[in-house]
């Protein structure tokens, strides 16, 4: 069967189970190896493919009711369109490169204005070093100092043992 007429068979109530797993099957055959494709390299250990796919399916299930079809093609369509919101809210709520601002100058934490672009004009020194105090103000006293010495004055690790005895 095709999708509007498996769709015409859920809304009227006629062999539902059987229709939605028609349907699911279609959908599947047409989407799956498309949403795979649109998970991100750095969401693939915590996304599935295959899960995006139902988890699009229900929610497109549970809005059949309003959904007003085209053709054949607009329900895998809007499968589609749901699984890719789906990747990208995942993508945003578990971003990798997520970092918290800190919202006030009292608040611990790096504030949005004080993130280092990638040129190194004067100002972009200066907010960089501020970034850099406030993480190593986070470490033990002694760790901040052996990255400073290592990192920021160029030191060997023979020199700042040598220097601490």
Known sequence: MKPLELIES?????????????????????????IDAKIPPRLRSRMDAEDVLQAAFLRAMQALPTFQPRDDDSF??????????????????????????????DQAGVRESQIATGRQRPE????????????????KEKEADVIRLRWLQGYSFEEIAESWK
Do not use: H
Not at 124 to 138: A, H, K, P, T
């Open 10 to 34: 859920i809304r009227c109530g006629r062999e539902i189970k059987s229709s939605e797993g028609q349907l699911y099957v279609l959908v599947r055959t047409a989407l799956l190896a498309r």
């Open 124 to 139: 972009s020194v200066i907010q960089r070093r501020e970034w850099i105090d406030c993480v190593l103000g986070q470490l």
């Open 76 to 105: 895998p369509a809007w499968v589609y369109s749901i699984a890719k919101n789906l990747i990208a809210d995942q993508g945003k709520r578990r971003s990798v490169a997520a970092m918290r601002f800190a919202q006030t100058e």
